[in-house]
């Protein structure tokens, strides 16, 4: 299986640099406090990113319709196309892939009210793209609560320009709906048309790892732990449940990119290979070619984050990915990846060259 083959190993980064890294821990004090390279240069347009978050305007007045609290935030870079493509301009990033944020709303609408709310989001992101063509494509939103709905606008969709992905949430107030099997043909035709799946976690007390109880708290909702350790465990589940449940032995080529930097995943993944080394359980393939399996967003925050991750799964596995325009983005998207000092093969895979790859660009 093509996903399998260590094409880029020798580009990932040694044990040697990390050290020499966390050797000059004054890199870390070149971040401001989101997480932004202290650099006034501006940069050319290079990157694509993974990760950005939209508000269309239709979608907006259809929600105001149905009487819920809008998602759209004061922000205009979340709906206006010439103030975010100017944004992008002065950051350097060539192309969003646009997608909703956490507040997607199939968790509280009926399926069919949402399948009518995913034709107008998709229908807004093929009109941007042929707007502006070589700065824009999206995900595919989906009204998941329904997998027959879910198919039906996948194919109505399919092969649309600019809808280049499908994003889906990783759980719906709890519950892992991808794994279940009237869920099987949508992956087996988000395989057989190429498109990588953009996961993210949804919002709401509903939707908090583990349950409220841990994490509606007053101290958890004041530090932000829901957002800040509940995505990162969610992510992580739905990597460990991929491998687990064989899901990604059935569909070989299906791509999956996992936000926040694969949330805890990469970082605990020793502990699972360990256990299921020493248990009944049994894999087809090592749990490290699994995690080579996954992309991960550069959305670490701290650069040695960065580097580890990149030594762990290569250079080929990782693309550029900034929450735009949210609580938790980073100001500068190329940031984190300029400071690593990385060959140009390596920062070009990451920059640009692997989100073209996955996007079909």
């Known amino acids: 299986m093509e996903n399998f083959e260590p094409d880029a190993r020798e580009a990932a980064i040694g044990r040697r640099d990390f050290i020499k890294l966390g050797a000059g821990a004054g890199v870390m004090m070149a971040l401001d406090s989101r997480g932004a390279a202290a650099q006034g240069a501006r940069a050319e347009p ?8 939209w508000v269309p305007e239709a979608y907006d007045k259809a929600l105001a319709q149905l009487k819920r609290p809008t998602p ?14 100017k944004w992008m301009d002065e950051h350097g990033v060539q192309m969003h892939v646009l997608t909703l944020s956490g507040g997607m709303p199939w968790q509280w609408v009926p399926p069919d009210v949402g399948a009518h709310l995913a034709q107008i989001i998709n229908d807004a992101a093929a009109e941007a793209h ?4 070589d700065r824009f494509v999206a995900g595919i939103e989906l009204s998941i609560h329904d997998p027959q709905l879910a198919l039906k606008e996948l194919n109505r969709v399919a092969g649309k320009p600019g809808l280049r992905a499908v994003h889906l949430p990783n759980s719906i107030q709890g519950r892992d709906y991808l794994f279940e099997p ?3 043909p949508l992956l087996a035709r988000c395989e057989e048309l190429g498109y990588p799946l953009l996961f993210h976690p949804l919002d709401g007390e ?15 909702v004041s530090a932000g732990l829901s957002n800040s350790l509940g995505f990162t465990f969610e992510t992580a589940t739905t990597a460990a449940k991929f491998i687990a449940t064989g899901t990604l032995d059935k569909y070989p080529r299906l791509e999956i990119v996992l936000p926040h930097s694969g949330g805890v995943f990469p970082y605990i993944a020793g502990r699972g290979d360990r256990y299921m080394m020493n248990s009944k359980f049994k894999l087809q393939r090592p749990v490290r070619e699994y995690v080579r399996r996954f992309h991960y967003d550069a959305l670490t925050f701290y650069p040695e984050t960065l580097r580890f991750l990149i030594g762990l799964v290569g250079s080929d596995r990782v693309v550029i990915g900034t929450d735009n325009f949210a609580l938790m983005d980073v100001e500068s998207p190329n940031g984190l990846v300029e400071q ?11 920059l640009k060259g692997n989100a073209a790859r996955l996007l079909r660009l």
């Not at 290079?46 to 978050?53: A, G, P, R």
């Not at 759209?72 to 493509?85: H, I, Q, T, W, Y």
């Not at 509903?206 to 958890?220: E, F, I, M, T, W």
Request: aromatic share 10%; net charge neutral.
């Open 130 to 133: 042929n707007a502006f063509p």
């Open 340 to 350: 690593l000092n990385l060959p140009p093969a390596d920062r070009e895979r990451i």
């Open 72 to 85: 759209a935030s004061n922000n205009p870079l979340e709906f206006d196309l010439d103030k975010r493509r």
């Open 46 to 53: 290079v990157s694509i990113d993974l990760h950005t978050h």
């Open 206 to 220: 509903a939707n908090y790892y583990v349950g409220k109880q841990r994490l509606a708290d007053p101290l958890s």
């Open 182 to 184: 009237a869920y099987a």
